[in-house]
């Protein structure tokens, strides 16, 4: 697993990065990952997540419509129910092979807006080049 965060090059400085996460998996493994996925996002809408620490929280997710990307790509926009203004994080996930990259967006603006499918698309060349390096 690697994880970066990023933000644009021309955000003001406090801006809240973004992040995005890869992970190796089997494409057989990717695939059906990705197919659970999806048919998670189609009938839960809340979901309740706790910790051995002891703390819960309350989320409501739902799935967005965006621009295919990569072999596979699905976009959501998960929110703490408490949150103050109601945003959440908007997240990308884009299969390519057995690589999965999950891009997590903060919602600044009312409409969520996934990640530019232009920017996923271009991991997905690189990741595609870096499969075929020996």
């Known amino acids: 697993m690697v994880w970066a965060t990023m933000k644009p090059d021309n955000a003001p400085s406090e801006a809240t990065p973004g992040s995005l996460t890869l992970t190796s998996h089997t494409v057989k493994d990717a695939e059906a990952w990705m197919f659970e996925f999806r048919e998670a996002l189609a009938t ?13 929280h309350r989320f409501k997710v739902r799935p967005i419509s965006t621009a295919k990307a990569g ?36 919602q600044d603006a009312d409409v969520p807006v996934p990640v530019p499918a232009s920017i996923a698309n271009q991991l997905h060349k690189k990741l595609q ?3 075929t390096q020996p």
């Open 44 to 56: 839960c809408s809340r979901f309740k997540a706790t910790s051995q620490r002891g703390w819960i």
């Open 71 to 106: 072999d596979d790509s699905v976009t959501y926009l998960l929110t703490n129910i408490l949150a103050p203004n109601g945003k959440g994080n908007v997240i990308t996930v884009v299969r390519t092979g057995g690589t999965l990259a999950t891009y997590l967006v903060n």
């Open 129 to 131: 080049a870096a499969a």
